[in-house]
């Protein structure tokens, strides 16, 4: 808006305007009488100044003469009451404007009026020049005090808004808004810059898998029984190849593969989240010159990597201990199962950034990171190869003469309890393990549980000496047949009443004089020892799913069960089970627990020696003595059961065994033969055991000869010095 102009307002005609103009009468006389005062002169008129018009009006105008005084309010209001209301509307103006610069303060006793007196219109309509008071106004009245008007409260402007408030307000909220940005800005580039940084990495990654190699299984020789090499594999991507049938008969004679097989692996599939398979495996294990010939070939979809395969070098060798494992490097049977944490290393893996199409290379100063990996530990286990390939040779031998049967021998070494060697029969190749039968993959000498038969005998005697309920000079009247319960037990060399020796009773296999024996021992102590000597539970040999055979608990005796126990029927062992058994016998009564680990060699080649083996006492060392003693007459006495099993220049202590073979709690056809030995029977060094189901019977005439054979070479390889003590003691089996 134009600032307002100090110079009183004028009407077309160029006179000035104010408020006289309402006070004059028609004729142009002014109303009240005054010439040159207005109408409203009485009334109070503010200048912008704050002052009223008659102070303004007491201060001389610019180029003007002296001023002239008007009258008090006062005299004017009995003239006019109106002239104060309507001096206020417009009362004054220009005079007060031309001389308020100049004019001074008036006092509050007196009212100074600026107002110009207008004359009356002229008839043609022209207003004529404001008059100018000529004469002063009569002086105020001094004997009454000045009318004071009342004070005039200006009006409430209106309230405005704080503007320190809304400034303060502003300032917080802005902030607030910058100190959320920047706590935002901060979990970006600190604590979620990760995530935002690896989602465009992640589809530059690759990741190559670094297979550790699995740790090999020696012998204690330190050679090789099974180990891992390095290889390739064939894999194909079914949405990249374009002539399957072209591609699968330039792969099939490569690979070993039939066509159709090829192309059956090559079709396309979908995964289970709808999308192409875009990998699948065309043949494992392939060796590195057979792949490169591979990769020569260029085939679209066609790919090689790195592969590792499981190499058994010996085949067979010790097949049904080592086991075997699957493609992936997993142990599935035998100590490869058994021991699978410990051969099996960490795989590592490589991952790094590489471009797309044509680029699908590393780029250069790009992410890399690689797990390096761990290979795994070696086991060095207590078998010889050259005696367990003797010994299986030899048992292969003898099963051949009994088709269907199941074959087991173990040779345990004295006094450290190490098995040496361990054979079963059927066996099958280790390295090519997917036709073979899955009887054949068992380990006949952990799982075969059979009824022990005279072997067990061994134990009974055991014990009776240990309970000096005999001595090695106790000579029994022994009859032909004894009855118990409700059945009766047998001699295959009836005695006809004689009295009879103990090595006689074992070299003949008496029933009778057995039975005789354990019944002045008693079933407690008969049960006692044979826990004692292994039986009932699982040996902890090392080999996974041994079978932990079974006793038959007193309560559970029946009549019969006092002639069938101590003679090894009733009873479930396995040839493992039995083997330590004569072992604790050959150690001076110790009972070692038999194993087949010898250490472990860490990737670095560090030796760590396997945990030392169980040992407890069974017999005293004289008592273990003289049974070794009496078991001599079985090979030494003519006509006992195990002559053929004496091996020439060495003196031999052991005993045959006849039982059964139970599947399910029934007996099957055929019979269980076996023979536990010992040699050198005055300082036994080995002990083996054989045992042969022949389900056509026969095996007896199997499992004698084989331990002869085995013991032989045994004793040759180690080179065991011939018995320095002469031949074995004679033996009288029926004294006088």
Do not use: C
Request: proline share 10%.
């Amino acid at each position: 808006m134009p600032q307002r102009s100090d110079e009183p307002r004028r009407d077309p005609s160029g006179s000035r305007r104010g408020s006289a103009r309402d006070a004059r009468s028609g004729d142009g006389e002014s109303r009240t009488g005054e010439p040159g005062i207005g109408g409203i002169s009485g009334a109070r008129a503010y200048t912008p100044r704050g002052r009223t018009v008659r102070e303004e009006r007491a201060v001389p105008a610019r180029g003007q003469g002296a001023e002239q005084r008007r009258t008090p309010r006062s005299s004017n209001r009995s003239g006019d009451p109106f002239r104060p209301a309507l001096q206020v509307l417009d009362g004054g103006r220009a005079a007060a404007r031309a001389g308020r610069r100049d004019a001074p303060a008036a006092g509050r006793g007196q009212v100074v009026r600026t107002v110009a007196p207008r004359t009356p219109r002229a008839p043609g309509g022209d207003e004529p020049p404001p008059r100018r008071r000529t004469t002063p106004r009569a002086p105020r009245r001094t004997d009454r005090p000045a009318a004071r008007r009342p004070s005039r409260k200006p009006r409430r402007p209106p309230k405005l808004a704080d503007s320190r408030l809304r400034l303060r307000l502003g300032t917080v909220l802005a902030l607030t808004l910058f100190a959320v940005i920047g706590i935002r800005l901060i979990f970006l580039q600190a604590v979620d810059a990760p995530a935002y940084a690896g989602g465009g990495t992640a589809d530059r990654l690759r990741t190559v898998e670094l297979p550790a190699p699995r740790g090999a299984i020696y012998d204690s020789t330190g050679a090789p029984l099974a180990r891992s090499v390095e290889a390739r594999y064939v894999f194909a991507d079914p949405t990249e190849v374009e002539d399957p049938p072209g591609v699968a008969k330039a792969l099939s004679p490569l690979l070993g593969i039939p066509v159709s097989k090829l192309m059956e692996q090559m079709k396309p599939r979908k995964l289970e989240n709808g999308k192409e398979s875009t990998f699948g495996y065309l043949a494992r294990g392939v060796d590195v010159p057979t792949a490169k010939r591979v990769q020569a070939l260029e085939l679209p979809g066609i790919g090689v990597h790195r592969d590792e395969r499981r190499e058994v070098p010996g085949g067979d060798l010790a097949a049904n201990l080592i086991g075997f494992t699957s493609q992936d490097m997993d142990g599935l049977e035998g100590l490869e199962a058994r021991y699978d944490d410990v051969l099996a290393g960490q795989d590592g893996k490589r991952v790094y950034e590489a471009g797309l199409g044509d680029l699908a290379a590393p780029i250069p100063g790009g992410y890399s990171r690689t797990t390096v990996a761990k290979p795994g530990s070696s086991i060095a286990l207590t078998v010889n190869g050259d005696l367990q390939f003797r010994t299986q040779q030899i048992l292969s031998a003898g099963m051949a003469q009994a088709p269907g049967g199941t074959g087991a021998a173990v040779i345990i070494e004295i006094p450290s309890g190490a098995v040496l060697a361990q054979a079963s029969n059927p066996t099958y190749d280790a390295a090519k393990p997917t036709p073979s039968d899955p009887v054949a993959r068992e380990d006949a000498a952990t799982s075969f549980v059979v009824d022990p038969g005279s072997v067990h005998k061994a134990i009974t005697y055991g014990a009776a000496l240990q309970e000096g309920v005999i001595t090695p000079d106790t000579a029994l009247p022994i009859a032909n047949s004894i009855k118990m319960g409700d059945t009766w037990f047998s001699d295959t060399h009836p005695a006809n009443g004689r009295r009879m020796s103990v090595p006689g009773m074992l070299a003949y296999s008496s029933n009778v004089g057995t039975i005789t024996i354990a019944e002045q021992l008693g079933k407690d102590r008969l049960i006692d020892y044979q826990k004692r000597f292994g039986l009932g539970k699982p040996t902890g040999e090392g080999m996974p799913g041994e079978a932990s055979g079974r006793l038959l608990p007193a309560d559970e005796w029946s009549g019969s069960s006092h002639g069938s126990v101590p003679i090894g029927h009733s009873v479930d062992a396995t040839p493992l089970q039995m083997a330590a058994a004569y072992a604790a016998i050959a150690n001076n009564g110790t009972y070692v627990q038999p194993h087949l680990v010898k250490e472990m060699i860490g990737p670095d080649g560090k030796r760590t020696p396997a945990p030392a083996p169980v040992t407890r006492s069974v017999l005293s060392p004289q008592n273990a003595a003289a049974l070794r003693t009496m078991l001599e007459a079985v090979t030494t006495v003519d006509g006992a059961t195990g002559v053929t099993a004496a091996v020439p220049g060495y003196r031999v202590a052991g005993k045959t065994g006849t039982g059964w073979r139970l599947v399910n709690g029934k007996k099957q056809p055929g019979e269980v033969s076996s023979f536990i030995g010992m040699a050198p029977a005055e300082n036994p060094r080995y002990v083996i055991a054989v045992f042969v189901y022949a389900p056509d019977g026969g095996g007896a005439a199997i499992a004698s000869p084989a331990f002869r054979d085995m013991m032989q070479f045994t004793l040759r390889h180690y080179r065991v010095p011939p018995s320095t003590g002469g031949s074995a003691p004679k033996f009288v089996v029926y004294p006088r």
